[in-house]
């Protein structure tokens, strides 16, 4: 396993880890070809920012390395848009690609001072929630305390959105097909928006409405 990651932020053992150095001239797209030449079995590159990297990379991906990178969008959905907007072929794009996964991290409510609350119906009509769901959602936040430091929440949990590709998919990427369409075909086959996923924890009374407005607004 090679790393290429602008800066190295955490030592992990067994694996060999590269930093970008741009006034030496070691970029993520240098980095990429040098670590190709040791015939790795992984690869990651901490962030693919330009078309050079994401060729190098869709290419390695293509040769059967497994390569894990990551972008900056706000969904999966985005994904496409970005590699799209750098340029690169939608079919070999489509063939290297295995899945993508957006995460967004929730403040956790309080376990002291949390409490339940009714929201209000302008907060169950922003997320086109009916009154039914009041029964099967635990609406708790915290009203603030000593070991929160009265922000009503302690910790943080992860939520993703997870899209795994299948034929279908690939051929609506190679057919430049609108977004609209994948999104169709995503959901029908199991994807969870990142609304959905953050709903989960509403319901178990982990966080709040509030909160996943403030992580999802631009999902």
Same mark, same amino acid.
């Given at each position: ?76 959905f ?58 099967r959602?635990d ?9 929160? +430091? ?8 992860? %939520? @993703? ?5 299948? !034929? /279908? =998919? *690939? ?20 994807? +969870? ?8 924890? %509403? @319901? ?5 409405? !509030? /909160? =996943? *407005? ?6």
């Amino acid at each position: 396993i090679i790393t290429i990651e602008d800066p190295v932020e955490y030592q992990l053992p067994g694996v060999l880890q590269i930093p970008v150095n741009d006034k030496k001239g070691l970029t993520f797209a240098r980095g990429l070809r040098s670590i190709l030449r040791h015939d790795p079995d992984k690869i990651m590159v901490g962030e693919i920012r330009d078309r050079e990297t994401a060729e190098i990379a869709v290419q390695s991906a293509l040769t059967g390395h497994l390569v894990l990178t990551t972008v900056h969008a706000n969904n999966v959905f985005d994904v496409f848009g970005r590699f799209t907007h750098m340029g690169i072929d939608p079919y070999a794009f489509a063939s290297a690609l295995n899945g993508i996964w957006a995460q967004r991290l929730l403040r956790v409510n309080c376990a002291r001072c949390s409490e339940p609350y009714a929201p209000s119906d302008a907060e169950l009509e922003r997320f086109a929630m009916a009154a039914d769901d009041l029964a099967r959602f635990d609406f708790r936040r915290g009203s603030g305390c000593g070991d929160c +430091r009265g922000t009503g929440y302690r910790g943080r949990k992860a %939520v @993703a959105e997870i899209l795994n590709l299948n !034929d /279908e =998919l *690939r051929e609506l990427i190679i057919d430049k097909r609108p977004i609209r369409q994948l999104k169709e075909v995503a959901y029908r086959n199991g994807t +969870r928006s990142l609304t959905d996923a953050a709903l989960r924890l %509403v @319901a178990g009374g982990e966080t709040t409405l !509030d /909160e =996943l *407005r403030r992580v999802t607004l631009s999902a």
